[in-house]
């Protein structure tokens, strides 16, 4: 990977760990300033809020720096795996979800990142290398500001959703880990599209069929067509709990989402995969005709 597109890691949440070590030091500051003779600084106490402002404006400017080498549109050969390279996805340790622009709030991120941990560990997958060590099935969430184009379509619904399709399956290619690499699951999040496309590798879709994507794609979509902060994860923790009581065999359908709230879509976000290619087309008019209902 050449330097103009190697992936910067983000300073400003190491900031906040900065800013805490230097909080009683700040502290004494203004004290020692208002003890002085009216109130004038004294020279240390000049000398340590030069020291401080050095300090804290050297944190903010590193995480400008770094925050200006992140590209906003992301070529799927660059995106970063968060089981490998954790800090390049935003994260401090090996995780399940890869936020690098952190689009998400790092609460959100944490406690998606605990659901997939989860979803992992109280499942078992159907491989025979899974059932003798216990292994579950993986679910991974990616979420970007803007993916690049692999086949250059137009932004229509159809082709927007084959350009997610092959985004999120070149993703998994590369994500494969594990005794059973096709026991993964994939959830990819386009905030410029507003696209939430779930991809199933073949033994997932043994689980999660085709037909409880739409479902449940269709039943979150609102969220991801919301400006309000924090609703992207919220519809991103409802479909991991939705896959999760799949994989449980304890999934109910949800309530459809009212017409009045429908409105605020701009198009309905859903996603699933299928060996063929046919398939892909006839469930996007199946959604958007169900779409159409609600509307």
Not at 139 to 154: C, D, G, H
Not at 180 to 194: K, M, N, R
Not at 229 to 248: E, N
């Amino acid at each position: 990977m050449s330097a103009g597109r190697q992936v910067l890691v983000r300073r400003h949440r190491l900031c906040r760990n900065e800013i805490a070590y230097l909080a009683p030091f700040m502290s004494q500051f203004v004290i020692c300033s208002v003890r002085s003779n009216k109130h004038r600084l004294t020279q240390k106490t000049s000398v340590m809020f030069i020291a401080l402002l050095v300090v804290f404006g050297s944190c903010l400017m590193g995480a400008r720096t770094e925050t200006s080498g992140l590209p906003s549109k992301w070529n799927v050969r660059y995106y970063p795996n968060p089981r490998r390279s954790f800090q390049q996805c935003g994260r401090y340790s090996q995780s399940w979800i890869c936020d690098p622009n952190e689009l998400l709030l790092e609460r959100d991120a944490n406690e998606i990142n605990d659901m997939l941990s989860r979803v992992n560990a109280e499942t078992v997958c159907s491989c025979p290398t899974c059932v003798s060590k216990r292994e579950g099935f993986p679910i991974m969430v990616a979420v970007m500001p803007e993916m690049q184009k692999i086949l250059n379509r137009s932004d229509s619904l159809d082709d927007l959703m084959v350009e997610a399709r092959l985004f999120a399956y070149y993703l998994t290619e590369r994500y494969k880990f594990g005794e059973c690499e096709d026991a993964l699951t994939l959830i990819l999040f386009v905030q410029e599209s507003g696209i939430a496309y779930t991809i199933t590798r073949p033994k997932a879709r043994e689980k999660i069929t085709d037909e409880h994507v739409s479902q449940v794609t269709l039943d979150a979509w609102d969220y991801f067509q919301s400006s309000r902060r924090g609703s992207v994860a919220f519809g991103l923790k409802q479909m991991i709990q939705d896959y999760k009581d799949i994989l449980l065999n304890r999934y109910e359908r949800r309530t459809p989402i009212p017409p009045r709230t429908a409105r605020r879509r701009s198009y309905p976000s859903s996603g699933t995969i299928s060996n063929a290619p046919g398939v892909l087309t006839v469930l996007v008019l199946l959604v958007s005709g169900l779409v159409n209902k609600l509307c």
